[in-house]
């Protein structure tokens, strides 16, 4: 949607109001005036498409209580502690594309960490993700990008017409899967080559047509 610059009068204590909403928000002024008045007009906003998106997603996923949901503008932030010395955290975030196309928006996930074994041990994850992922349909090689302790996805929009309720459900669905499959890799851990049998079997156990989409 385009944006322009108006000019409002507006009365100091409504500013002031708003002001304080914004800030308990973490948005901007303009950007809760745009939704307020977006949302009195019955209209939808990329914004609001985005935080229905989130709302649902975190309905979802939160009977997980392994999982630590938070939402803000535009992002969704999602933490998960592993199996693993001194149970590390591992950090996920949802960024949707404001405007609707083929590309929905990208997960990443990091862990913030100095330990040489657990860097190793993160690493093969993802590798293995990745090989999996390849696996389960080739065009997804150019999705996934590696460095260090970070991983980032790009998310495709579902193929068929879904509206945000099932899309919502793909994007839990995935975050579920990759956070399953950590879970299952560092619970198997140090013995490689049997927390990677595992991890590849609750994989292709746990795959959905849905989660396959994006």
Request: hydrophobic letters at 40%; one cysteine or more; a negative charge.
């Amino acid at each position: 949607m385009k944006k322009s610059v108006y000019s409002l009068v507006l009365m100091d204590d409504v500013v002031s109001a708003i002001d304080r909403m914004a800030y308990e928000q973490g948005v901007s002024r303009s950007a809760l005036v745009n939704r307020v008045l977006a949302e009195y007009a019955s209209l939808l906003t990329p914004e609001h498409r985005i935080r229905s998106l989130f709302d649902t997603v975190c309905e979802m996923l939160e009977p997980q209580s392994v999982l630590q949901l938070a939402s803000t503008e535009g992002v969704l932030t999602l933490r998960s502690s592993l199996q693993y010395k001194y149970n590390p955290v591992m950090r996920y975030t949802v960024e949707i594309n404001r405007e609707a196309g083929e590309k929905l928006g990208v997960l990443r996930a990091c862990l913030r960490t100095q330990n040489a074994a657990l860097i190793a041990c993160l690493q093969s994850f993802y590798q293995l993700w990745v090989a999996l992922e390849t696996a389960s349909n080739p065009a997804l090689a150019q999705e996934s990008s590696v460095s260090g302790t970070k991983y980032a996805r790009v998310l495709s929009t579902p193929k068929e017409h879904a509206d945000g309720q099932e899309i919502a459900e793909c994007i839990a669905g995935y975050v579920g899967l990759f956070d399953g499959c950590m879970k299952c890799f560092f619970a198997n851990m140090p013995q490689m080559s049997y927390a990677v049998q595992q991890t590849e079997q609750y994989y292709w156990n746990h795959l959905t047509k849905e989660v396959a989409q994006l």
